[in-house]
């Protein structure tokens, strides 16, 4: 898999704290240096909005993993982490598979998964885990108002994805988030900081 093509174009944030998992996207999809899009949707709720899933990388490539991994969760009676090491053991081992160029970050209330097609399930020590090019800004960000604010998971998610904007190019204010379980019986807040000129 080249690193490059996973990496590039996106950031996708996770945050743990508290029974509850926070996974933010930004909107802006890129091919080059030039912007295509930037309002795009890059997570989703699964399971009845129990998992949540965000990708970096190649759409089409992610839209087959996202069928993938649902077909693994269903089989696996929502059990997030045996449907990860399922998926990554698939990805790895099938030669179509093997050519997608994405990353997966999925969670539950309890946990946050990082999946490759190198075959790896990375489960963060912290609580924080984001992938694409702005996912370092983003993940330092979140660590450090995990660790120094009482900020929930979502204000967390949001606020690090503004200083991750902020810092990478790849990144835009275009932030989509969800929760699980959901807050104010919502599970989608999108906040777009870009203003017409």
Request: hydrophobic share 45%; charged share 25%; net charge negative.
């Amino acid at each position: 898999m080249r690193e490059s093509a996973v990496r590039h174009g996106t950031t996708i944030l996770g945050v743990l704290r508290d029974g509850r998992v926070a996974i933010a996207g930004d909107g802006q999809v890129t091919a080059g240096d030039v912007v295509l899009k930037h309002r795009a949707r890059k997570i989703r709720a699964l399971a009845g909005g129990k998992v949540l899933a965000g990708f970096a990388g190649a759409v089409a490539d992610a839209l087959t993993l996202f069928e993938k991994f649902e077909q693994h969760l269903r089989t696996a009676d929502g059990d997030l982490r045996r449907a990860a090491v399922e998926l990554a053991k698939e990805w790895r081992s099938d030669r179509y598979l093997r050519r997608l160029e994405a990353q997966l970050l999925v969670a539950d209330p309890r946990q946050l998964l990082m999946i490759s097609g190198d075959g790896d399930v990375i489960e963060p020590d912290d609580g924080v885990a984001a992938i694409g090019t702005g996912g370092p800004y983003a993940a330092a960000a979140a660590r450090a108002l995990l660790r120094h604010t009482r900020m929930s998971a979502a204000e967390i998610a949001r606020a690090a994805m503004e200083v991750a904007a902020d810092l990478c190019v790849y990144t835009n204010h275009a932030v989509t988030i969800l929760t699980a379980p959901p807050e104010h019986g919502e599970n989608e807040h999108t906040h777009d900081d870009e203003r017409p000129s």
